[in-house]
Antibody, heavy 117, light 107 residues
Framework: QLLLQESGPGLVKPSETLSLTCTVS??????????WAWVRQSPGKGLEWIGY???????LYNPSLRSRVTISEDTSKNQFFLELTSVTAADTAVYYC?????????WGQGILVTVSS | ETVVTQSPATLSMSPGERATLSCGTS??????LAWYQQKAGQAPRLLIY???TRATGVPARFSGGGSASEFTLTINSLQSEDFAVYFC?????????FGQGTKLEIK
């Protein structure tokens, strides 16, 4: 059974960089079965797809965040990562990592990240 | 960007009734539509993909229908555990987009 778990700081200061890790267990991220995605959820904007990384290095970002987002992977650790630069209060959200065959399944439990000084 | 619109925002139903939730897209997504259920404090759970295919372990009382730009999620004989928020999501066109959700509440 594929399980995903987010980790990282729950509080980030404005203008700094949000960095999260997703650890995948129960399967390898070196697969063509899934894109490895980040999705966030905030009261103001609902659910928002951030981007994904795919085996072999294909990466795709939501145009609305492209200038600030980097998604990467470490296949040796079976992890993938999210970096979001120059954060503001509008980036406060629950961040989920997910496997994305096309739809999103499975999901991690989510991590609340608050942007505040 | 494909805009996804759900209606109604809130649906008040009683246990045992049938609920019908609607999802529309601003352009055709063929059958590239998924439905999710989300309970408070939990991640979304996949219910339906390809507009009408139930995900593994999803009870048969959940059914999805529609194509192109109009879709429905029907829940027959509502159980207490079905009262939650439901989202639809299109994966036909990047960027992938979600609806704002329908809250199914107990009447």
């Amino acid at each position: 059974q594929l399980l995903l778990q987010e980790s990282g700081p729950g509080l980030v200061k404005p203008s700094e960089t949000l960095s999260l890790t997703c650890t995948v267990s129960g399967g390898s991220i070196m697969t063509t079965d899934y894109y490895w995605a980040w999705v966030r959820q905030s009261p103001g904007k609902g659910l928002e797809w951030i981007g994904y990384v795919y085996y072999g290095g294909t990466i795709l970002y939501n145009p609305s965040l492209r200038s600030r987002v980097t998604i990467s992977e470490d296949t040796s650790k079976n992890q993938f990562f999210l970096e979001l630069t120059s954060v503001t209060a509008a980036d406060t959200a629950v961040y989920y990592c997910a496997g994305q065959p096309s739809w999103f399944d499975p999901w991690g439990q989510g991590i609340l990240v608050t942007v505040s000084s | 960007e494909t805009v996804v619109t759900q209606s109604p925002a809130t649906l008040s139903m009683s246990p045992g009734e049938r609920a019908t939730l609607s999802c529309g897209t601003s352009q055709s997504v063929d059958s590239s539509l998924a439905w999710y259920q989300q309970k408070a404090g939990q991640a979304p759970r996949l219910l339906i993909y390809a507009a009408s295919t139930r995900a593994t372990g999803v009870p048969a009382r959940f059914s999805g229908g529609g194509s192109a730009s109009e879709f429905t999620l029907t829940i027959n004989s509502l159980q207490s555990e079905d009262f939650a928020v439901y989202f639809c999501q299109q994966y036909h066109t990047w960027p992938y987009t979600f609806g704002q959700g329908t809250k199914l509440e107990i009447k």
